[in-house]
Structures are given as C-alpha cells and as structure tokens.
C-alpha cells in the first residue's frame, strides 16, 4: 500500500517525524511550559493530575506536576509504532521510522568505514564500504542480539527511565548516537537488521506481511515495500540496495518469514516475546500489588522511580518481598519469557505429532495465534493511562478497532501458506513471461488483463490458449527458471524440486526441465555456477549498480572519481565490476570467445568417440553422438544469437590419444540423462576397465548408473541387459529424445526375445500385443497381395508392426527371422498405452511418427 509512495514525499515525512521526535527528546532535558498542563488545578486539560490515592506497596504516592514528553512517548509513541506494523506493515514503519532516518547519516556524509582492496595482479587499489559478514558471529547471531537488547530495554524502562525524563532522553541519545555509529562502521540498513531492539517486535508483528501490506513477490515494481531508494537529478527512483542482508525484510516480508519459519531463533522470539510482554505489565501488579498503579499512569510519572531500587521488588497478598527492585525486574522478566518459550515449544511438538497437517503449516498458524493474542494483550495496556482519559465512546471505539483489525489480519495470514506463496511466486513470474510471448488473450479474459488473473487462473488459461504451442510453453518455463537461478530463489540443485508444482501444472517433465538448464548454461555459464553469490538482494544490488552505470555512460560522465564512487556506494567488488562492464562494453567477447572454446570442444569431443576402438560399439556410439551433436547445436544458436559465425571455429586436426578421448567422454558423465551416462561409463570402459572403478566416487547417485558401473569392465553389451535395451530404445526413431524416465519405465516392462534363421515371429492373423524392436540381426516382413508375396527387409533398431499395435489390430503380414540369430525386444502393448495416456510428449512423438508414416504408405 505504502510501498510505492514517492521517495521525495516519504523524505519529507521521516524529516517532519525526526524534527518532532527530537523535539519530545529535547523536552525531555528541558520543559519548563507542559507541567502546567498536568497541575491539578488546570481548568481543562484532561491530563491534570485528580488528587486521587495510587497506592503502590499499600501506601499512597506523592504526586506532583510533571512534564508530559515521557507520557507521550510511551503511551503514544510506542504503541503507534504497533498499530502501524500490524496494520499497514514494514513498508511503512521503516520508511518513516526516525531511527532509521538517523543511522543513514553517514551515507548522506559519505563518512563510511571502507576497507582497502588492492590487485596483487594489476596493483590498482579499490575500497570497498564495510558489511556485516553472514558467517561472521554477528551475521549468525544477529536476532538474539537484538532480542537480548529489547529484554535490557524494557527492564530499563521499569528500572530506569520510565519515569525519570532525563535518563529516558540520555538512554534515547545513546540510542541515537548507536544507530548513527552504526551507519558509519556497516553499509546498509545494518542498523535496522543487525542492532535495532524494535527489530524482533516487527519480526512479530509483520510477518508474514501487515493487514495493508503488498505482495513482494507479486509485484511488478523493481523497488517493492521498504527497501533502499534514492532519486535521480531527473526525478526517477533507483534501488540503493547494497545487499546487507539476505534474505532482507526491506524487500519482500513475507519471503523472509518463510525462509526463518523453522529456524530456532524464530521461536526463541516470538514465544519469548509473548511472554515478555506479559510478564512487562504482570510486573506492574506484582510491584504494587493493585492494578491502579498501571492504569491510573503513576508509573510514567513517579519522581523516585531511580531512589526505589534498592527497595523491594514484589508485592503478593499484602507483604513485600525482600527481593530489590533492580533484581526483581529481570528475574519476572526472564522467568516469564522462559515460562512462554518452554509452553510455546511443547504446545508446538504435541500438535505436530498429533495433527496431519504439514509442519510448516502447523508452527505458522502458532506464530499467527502467537501474533494475534500478544498483539491484543499489548492493546489492553499499552496506552491506556492516556485512553481512560478520554470518553468512554472513543475508548470502546478503540477497543473495537484493535479486535477488528486484529481479527482481519488473523484471517488473511492463517490462509497463507508456503507452497501458497510459492505458487503466487512462480505464478507472477509466468504471467510476465506470458506477456512477453505476446499472445492475444483478451479473448478469454472478458476486459481483464493477465495481471488480473489469480494463480490458478494463469495456468488454466496457460491449458487453452491455442497459439501456446509446446514451443512457447518451453519458452515461457526457460524465462522462469532463469529469473529464478539469477535471483537465488533456486539453484541447479533445487530447481528440480523447488519448480517441481509449476512443472505438473504446465506438464513440463523432468527432462524438459534439465534441457532448460543445460540451454541456461550454454548461453551463461556463470548462471549454474555454484560459486558465485546469488541472491534477489545481490541481483538487486547488481542491477541497480548497472543502471547507474548505463546513465552514466548516456550523460558521459564516466569518469574514473565517479565510477568509484559509484562501485562504493553499490559495494561492487572487482570481479563484479568486470562481470558487468564486460556485459556494457560493446568490445567485449569475452561470452562469445567462451561460447567458440566450448564448441570447439564438443567438436573435438565428437572427434573422440571416433577412436577405433569404440567403433565395435556402434549402438552406444550413436547415444554420444546424438548427446555431443545436441551440445554442439545449442552452442551454434546461441553464436547466431551473438551474430557470430560458428564456422570460425576449427577443429583441430591432430590425432586424439586413448587417455584425452577418455578425459572427453568424461564430460559426458555430468549430463542430466543416466543412459548417457550410463553409456558413457560403458564406453570408457571399453578403452580402460581400471578407470570406471577410479570414477566410482564421482558418479551420479542413479540406479542405472550405479548397476552399470558394477558390471564393469565388459566389451558385450549383451552382457549389460537393461542398458542394452535403453540404448537401442533411445537410438530407434519411435523412442528418439523420449524422456529418460519413460525409457526406463518401458525397459523395465519390457523383455527379450531370441529367434533362429526362419522362425516365425508374427503370423498373419495374429492379434498384435506387442510393439516389437529389433536388437540383433534381421528379419524380414512378407506382405501378400495379387502379385505374390513382397518383402521388405529390417535391420536393428527398426520398429516392426507400430500401426497395428497403436490401432490393437490383427497383423497383416508374416515376420520371419533371416539370420542365425535374431533377437527382438518386446514391449507389452499395455505399457505403450499407459505411457500414452500419462505423457503428453510421447504421445505427441508417436503422432508425428505415424503420421508420417502413413503419408508414405499412402504415396506407396
């Protein structure tokens, strides 16, 4: 709601905010003009004292005219700051939250610690600004510092400044002066993640996201809720993001709560500030033993709050206890935090273990019931002393909107989930993709737009659009999982799993998928490359670095001072610089000599696997093949796209040695397929057994693979049943490019079937039950018409009879075995119709295929 209100507006805001905050500090040392407002005989002020008895320990306190800065600090101040973070979120809270404002002083100065990098290459110095380092103890252990301080804080409160204005301004100073050293030693909002004591009250209250608050994840915007922003000389935002924390609150609430949900810390906080707010007001009673001391507001107003510290601390059925105040204090503190914490984490074991719900769901609605009572309790005390001032219509008024609202919120964040936020994530990122394919979809969206649709809807319409071809949903994915890899929403590791629910919306297979990766990593390798950092606040930080940079080289102003400015307020390290100026530099080939490199060694690759002593394998050969010839093509679309010729790549004409035509195939072993790699084992071990036992350690967890590995070193194949079968299934041109899993589920239904020279495999007549494929030898189909008996002969590879198998009708014609040994793989027609029904791909392949087939047979 308040994520996309202009920058210059909000500036002016938090400037009237802090002014106005400073000035109740500075009351806070000298006011000599409101304490007449409190005076007993002030004709109309609703704040003057009443004269009536506050007992505190059984006797009356004194009371005389005070000055109302500390009274409007905690019974307004503080509790706006709730009411906002529930209600309209972060978003707001931290763009106009003074504190905040303060700590960003530095920045402003450009006074900022930096640390001196020189290239022990190149000598060139660079500095780069500090910050908090996520392995460092502070980066792990960031919340309960903050949690610690929040605890010490409102001890504190009790203890020391409540009451007594003077400490309450020099404990505010301190804070101030914090925040502001803070800003200087750490880049960032280092202040607001790192130190800030309000942080884990709006861990509490704003997550996953306010009443009011936007959808991050959702957003089209590139500058969403409360992350950094400057403005430009000509008006337009950029993001100032320099990455201070990942995942960042500033930029999406909601996928930071997710990210933290099962985290022991997340609990820690949010059952221990249950419990710290009740013990807070508890205490209250417990001091004075009546509740009047609380809601009457004496507390904000006891002049001998410091001289009571030795005093005793609790006051239970009439007798003081001999335990001093300053003990007292953070012994029901603590105690009441612990208590909350234990009960927090029991009620939270039962019901996982009694509940079958998914866990994540089960501690979310905790934290939700957490959110809601504690939020609800702080309201019946939080600023009441002020509330009983006023009519008793405004105060029900009050009352009602805290349950209201409160209630709303409980509704809206029980419902979120995060497979849900997942799906909107995914879901948004497919409807833009959608949008650049350009297809006309006002047809079906009666005057809505695509940003109009809800998640489910994106994918139904995905279903029935007609002009979304198989091409364009590939398209349309292939956006989505690079948008993914680049922001670190997913690696290559957890792609699989993570887009895994998108994948069985859009019917996109496993296979599919990992022909998306390798295509992502053809056309950028540092895309898949686990090393270096990826994240949405470092792409954000990268991005807004290069937009500066891309204005500067408009204006020309690209001036050395400049750009090192530029790389300081970004916290650009070297090797990012020359990652992105390489990608502005109209001279740099850097991507396209990699892309020549690559494809000059898949040539050389395809080279290799003529080795002559491979070439008794003919079969596997083929599988490499096809693999090394797929690399090779996705490599020359890409140089077409870089408007490079591929041609200019040569190959080198030099004999390849046994042990480099071995270092080729190895890097066949990293391909996603496993009857590549599979096959590639195979064929390494045909030039030395010894080295597939050495590669053991290294290959992929795969069934097929593993049980390949084990039954080498072997020159048959036959000896190698089920990889035999999955070879000749991916050569033959019914199964080519079938998805590995489907192969293998029809190898595994599948058996073989040995014949001798003039044996019968089929007869006329006979119902078709099998799709039949020859492995070895050949055969021969003797079609019988008024002319006489044509026959037509087959060789391995070769598919026999698909027509009447696809159609479960009678063969027409007569197999006959023609060699010693002929032998046939037989695959149950049941299995064909089961993967027709569950693969939309194979069907679609075996359409084509017949097709095809049958405009030949009707030109014959």
């Given amino acids: 709601m308040f994520a996309q209100l202009p920058e210059r507006q909000m500036h002016v805001i938090r400037w009237v905010l802090t002014i106005g905050w400073l000035l109740v500090i500075a009351s806070l040392f000298y006011d000599p003009w409101t304490p007449a407002l409190t005076e007993q005989s002030h004709p109309w002020s609703p704040l003057r004292l009443t004269g009536e008895c506050v007992q505190v320990q059984g006797t009356c306190i004194a009371e005389a005219p005070y000055a109302i800065g500390a009274i409007l600090f905690w019974g307004a101040i503080v509790p706006a700051g709730i009411f906002i973070l529930l209600v309209f979120g972060h978003e707001l809270w931290r763009r106009i939250c003074p ?51 929040l605890f010490v804080g409102l001890c504190g409160r009790i203890l020391f400044f409540n009451a007594d204005r003077f400490v309450l301004g020099l404990w505010l100073v301190f804070t101030i002066i914090a925040a502001i050293a803070v800003g200087y030693f750490y880049s960032g909002k280092s202040w607001c993640q790192y130190f800030c004591p309000m942080a884990p009250v709006q861990t509490v209250f704003s997550e996953p996201r306010g009443l ?72 209250y009673y417990l001091y004075a033993g009546n509740w009047d001391y609380y809601f009457s507001g004496a507390w904000n107003r006891d002049a001998d709050q410091l001289a009571s510290l030795m005093s005793p601390g609790l006051y239970l059925n009439g007798q003081p206890l001999p335990i001093p105040k300053i003990l007292a204090v953070p012994l029901v503190l603590g105690a009441s935090t612990t208590i909350a914490y234990f009960i927090g984490r029991l009620i939270e074991h039962r019901l996982k273990s009694q509940l079958k719900l998914h866990p994540d769901i089960i501690q979310h609605r905790i934290f939700v019931i957490c959110t809601f009572g504690v939020f609800n309790f702080f309201f019946f005390f939080a600023g009441r002393p002020l509330l009983r001032l006023m009519p008793y219509w405004v105060q029900a008024s009050f009352d009602i909107a805290i349950v209201f609202l409160s209630t709303l919120w409980l509704q809206q964040a029980w419902r979120r989930s995060s497979d849900l936020y997942s799906r909107e994530n995914l879901a948004s990122r497919f409807r833009k993709q959608l949008a650049k394919l350009q297809i006309d979809v006002s047809q079906y969206l009666e005057g809505r737009s695509l940003d109009d649709l809800h998640t489910n809807e994106v994918y139904v319409l995905a279903k029935i659009l007609p002009g979304f071809t198989r091409e364009k949903r590939h398209e349309a994915y292939k956006g989505v999982v690079k948008e993914a890899l680049e922001e670190g929403y997913v690696n290559y590791s957890s792609s699989l799993e993570v887009l895994k629910q998108m994948r069985q919306e859009l019917g996109v297979s496993d296979d599919e998928h990992r022909e998306v990766l390798e295509e992502l990593g053809i056309e950028d390798p540092e895309i898949l490359n686990p090393n270096r950092q990826r994240s949405l606040e470092n792409q954000i930080r990268l991005t807004g670095y290069q937009k500066s940079l891309e204005r500067l080289m408009r204006l020309q102003q690209q001036d050395g001072a400049t750009i090192r400015t530029l790389n300081q307020q970004y916290s650009i390290s070297q090797q990012e610089e020359d990652w992105i100026q390489s990608g502005l530099s109209p001279e740099a080939d850097q991507k396209l000599a990699g892309l020549q490199a690559r494809l000059s060694e898949w040539i050389e690759c395809d080279r290799a696997l003529n080795h002559p002593m491979l070439q008794s394998q003919a079969a596997v050969l083929k599988v490499l093949k096809d693999t090394v010839q797929r690399k090779q093509e996705l490599i020359v679309v890409e140089l077409r796209k870089q408007n490079s010729d591929a041609t200019s ?32 084992l195979f064929a390494i071990a045909q030039l030395n057994g010894d080295r597939v036992q050495s590669l053991a350690h290294k290959l992929p967890d795969h069934p097929l693979v593993q049980d390949t590995a084990k ?13 035999e079968k999955l070879v000749y299934l991916s050569n033959s041109d019914f199964f080519h490019r079938i998805q590995s899993q489907t192969l293998i589920e029809i190898e595994q239904r599948s058996q073989v079937k040995p014949y001798s020279k003039g044996e019968v495999i089929t007869e006329t007549g006979d119902t078709c039950r099998e799709l039949l494929l020859l492995l070895e030898g050949a055969a021969g189909i003797h079609y019988s018409s008024e002319n006489g008996v044509r026959v037509e002969h087959l060789h391995p590879g070769q598919i026999l009879d698909e027509l009447e198998v696809l159609t479960h009708s009678n063969s027409e014609n007569t197999i006959v075995a023609e060699s010693e040994v002929t032998r046939i793989l037989a695959i149950p027609i049941d299995a064909i119709d089961d993967l027709l029904d569950r693969d939309p791909d194979f069907a679609r392949r075996i359409l084509e295929l017949e097709s095809r087939q049958l405009q030949r047979l009707v030109r014959a």
């Fill in 649 to 680: 790549v040569q190959p080198n004409s030099a004999e390849i040695s046994t042990q480099d035509t071995i270092s080729y195939l190895e890097l066949l072993l990293s391909h996603y397929n496993p009857i590549v790699q599979a096959a590639t």
């Fill in 99 to 149: 504190l905040s404002f303060l700590s960003q002083i530095p920045r402003a100065l450009g006074w900022q610690r930096q640390f001196k990098r020189e290239n022990q290459k190149t000598g060139k110095v660079r500095y780069e600004l500090a910050k908090v380092n996520s392995d460092s103890w502070l980066g792990r252990n960031y919340l309960y510092v903050q949690f610690g301080w």
């Fill in 212 to 283: 009011l608050g936007s959808k991050a994840h959702m957003s089209d915007s590139q500058i969403t809720q409360s992350m950094c922003r400057t403005v430009e000389t000509d008006g337009k935002e950029k993001s100032a993001c320099v990455a201070c924390q990942s995942p960042c609150l500033d930029i999406d609430s909601e996928r930071t709560y997710w990210d933290g949900l099962n985290k022991p810390e997340e609990s820690l906080i949010r059952y221990g500030y249950v419990g710290l707010v009740i013990g807070y007001f508890v205490y």
């Fill in 711 to 723: 039954q080498l070193p072997s020159s048959d194949l036959r000896k190698l049943p089920t990889l």
